[in-house]
Nanobody
Framework: QVQLVESGGGLVRPGGSLILSCRVS????????IGWFRQAPGNNREGVSC????????EYAGSGKGRFTISRDEAKNTVYLQMTSLTPEDTGVYYC??????????????????WGQGTQVTVSQ
């Protein structure tokens, strides 16, 4: 059974950092693309970062470029999203998801088949 579990969210001040984790089970994280998405209240789910299967390179949406880093630890079957220089605009529920088919990164939510339950990130004074 494919399962993804996010953790690491919380309350952080502007300028702070967080590391989100996406622990996967039922499959090998390196064999499929993994994406991180964010959903703020009243907004659609938007892609933040993704890493394609096998040796594919990571990609970042505009808002995360230079601030976010996605990485994969195959020994732990976990994908991480390191976030720095956080702003209130980064507030939202962060989800990880698996793309079973593509060899390239996608920021389209409909390209992903299974999702975690999400972890809340709040950036506020």
């Amino acid at each position: 059974q494919v399962q993804l579990v996010e953790s690491g969210g919380g309350l952080v001040r502007p300028g702070g950092s967080l590391i989100l984790s996406c622990r996967v089970s039922g499959f090998t994280a390196g064999d499929y693309g993994i994406g991180w998405f964010r959903q703020a209240p009243g907004n659609n789910r938007e892609g933040v970062s993704c890493i394609s299967r096998h040796t594919g390179g990571p990609e970042y949406a505009g808002s995360g470029k230079g601030r976010f880093t996605i990485s994969r630890d195959e020994a732990k079957n976990t994908v991480y999203l390191q976030m720095t220089s956080l702003t209130p605009e980064d507030t939202g529920v962060y989800y990880c998801a698996i793309d079973l088919w593509r060899d390239w990164c996608s920021f389209a939510a409909h390209d992903y088949e299974n999702w975690g339950q999400g972890t809340q990130v709040t950036v506020s004074q």
